[in-house]
């Protein structure tokens, strides 16, 4: 019996979240992110009681259905997902139970949120990717992570990126000796 009160203080005592992402700003091919990043970064911060993605009226089926697979709830603007996105951070903003709001954007229009999350008495975590990720948002969040790029290439790309750069300078002495 104390072996489960343990366990049930600990699990209660954790963070309780809620995970807002933008989604045609943050899942685009080119910033090479997936959910599944997100999802494991919110988790390792606490336990995750909500979990949206805002995607516009465009989105693919194929994407609305992977971020259903993906554990998050779709909402679907069919006006400016901005607006959408803004709602649903503040009705999570106004849940008692949460106490930390991760925001997946890159865009400074939602700077007066985070600075309104803020004056709730909520933390404000704010995820994005390079490049556009707003110096701004950075530094109003209590945490900004920047995934993307760095983070997802591999081993073998930096190891090819340092032999050009020898062969660039081997190349450079070379021409010098001539």
């Given at each position: 019996?104390?072996?489960?009160?343990?366990?049930?203080?600990?699990?209660?005592?954790?963070?309780?979240?809620?995970?807002?992402?933008?989604?045609?700003?943050?899942?685009r091919?080119?910033?090479?992110?997936?959910l599944?990043?997100?999802?494991?970064?919110?988790?390792?911060?606490?336990?995750?009681?909500?979990?949206?993605?805002?995607?516009n009226?465009?989105?693919?089926?194929?994407?609305?259905?992977?971020?259903?697979?993906?554990?998050?709830?779709?909402?679907?603007?069919?006006?400016?997902?901005?607006?959408?996105?803004?709602?649903?951070?503040?009705?999570a903003?106004?849940?008692?139970?949460?106490?930390?709001?991760?925001?997946?954007?890159?865009?400074?229009?939602?700077?007066?949120?985070?600075?309104?999350?803020?004056?709730?008495?909520?933390?404000?975590?704010?995820?994005?990717?390079?490049?556009?990720?707003?110096?701004?948002?950075?530094?109003?969040?209590?945490?900004?992570?920047?995934?993307?790029?760095?983070?997802?290439?591999?081993?073998?790309?930096?190891?090819?990126?340092?032999?050009?750069?020898?062969?660039?300078?081997?190349?450079?002495?070379?021409?010098?000796?001539?």
């Open positions: 019996m104390k072996v489960i009160r343990g366990v049930a203080g600990r699990v209660g005592r954790r963070k309780q979240l809620a995970v807002i992402v933008d989604g045609p700003n943050i899942l091919k080119e910033l090479g992110l997936d599944e990043e997100i999802r494991k970064i919110s988790e390792s911060m606490g336990r995750v009681r909500k979990a949206v993605v805002v995607l009226r465009q989105a693919p089926e194929k994407l609305v259905e992977a971020v259903a697979n993906a554990g998050f709830d779709v909402k679907i603007s069919f006006g400016k997902p901005e607006v959408d996105f803004t709602i649903a951070a503040m009705e903003a106004f849940t008692d139970k949460i106490q930390t709001l991760i925001l997946a954007t890159r865009s400074a229009a939602y700077l007066p949120i985070i600075h309104k999350i803020k004056e709730i008495g909520k933390e404000v975590v704010v995820i994005g990717a390079e490049p556009g990720f707003s110096v701004a948002l950075k530094k109003a969040a209590d945490l900004s992570l920047a995934l993307g790029e760095s983070s997802t290439k591999s081993p073998d790309t930096r190891d090819q990126r340092q032999n050009d750069s020898r062969k660039a300078k081997r190349n450079k002495n070379t021409k010098k000796e001539s």
